[in-house]
């Protein structure tokens, strides 16, 4: 399992240091096109919300957030409100984020003790549907949620290469360095 960060950062006011990325995946006409979202959308789902549907485009869009490399967030805007997976409902204790995410999910945040956080197994909250439509079955993002031994950044990986816009995706990410 990936190491789980011992800092709080629901309990901190400096979100300056949350790492990770945010990328919105456009698809039209069968074209796959990533861009990166700001830094703001790592601690803040109603800003990641925004950035996605300024977007505005006729296809699917949705947005890939890996926070701190230590979970990740699908988050697909549409008319009647936002679609949304969070890959490990126990960062709920150190994160805002997954504590909106949460919320919007209406799933109580977990009464986990933070000492004991890296002796529970962490499990996923929302729509494992959220991108079946576009070519990720259930079933398949279940597989890739099951690989905890991952990082948060090699499951989007494993997502982006089984949709098909893998090369867009790592030239993204190649430019924000990572």
């Known amino acids: 399992m990936a190491q789980r960060s011992s800092t709080n950062r629901a309990a901190s006011d400096d979100y300056d240091d949350v790492e990770g990325f945010a990328v919105a995946v456009v698809r039209e006409d069968s074209t796959w096109r990533c861009s990166p979202l700001s830094a703001a959308a790592l601690s803040s789902l109603s800003a990641a919300e925004d ?53 919007a999910l209406n799933v109580e945040v977990p009464d986990i003790d933070p000492d004991e956080l890296d002796e529970i197994d962490p499990w996923e909250e929302g729509d494992l549907g959220i991108l079946a439509d576009l070519g990720l079955p259930e079933p398949v993002l279940s597989v890739i949620l099951a690989e905890t031994d991952l990082y948060p950044d090699e499951q989007l990986g494993m997502v982006a290469q089984r949709l098909g816009f893998a090369d867009e995706f790592s030239a993204v990410l190649d430019k924000l360095h990572r």
């Not at 869009?61 to 409902?89: K, M, N, Q, Y």
């Not at 709920?92 to 984020?97: E, R």
């Open 51 to 103: 950035e996605l549907r300024a977007l505005r485009s006729t296809g699917a869009v949705f947005g890939l957030l890996d926070v701190d490399d230590e979970f990740f967030i699908v988050l697909r805007p549409g008319p009647t409100g936002s679609r949304l997976l969070i890959s490990d409902a126990t960062a709920a204790i150190d994160y805002d984020i997954a504590v909106e995410v949460l919320d």
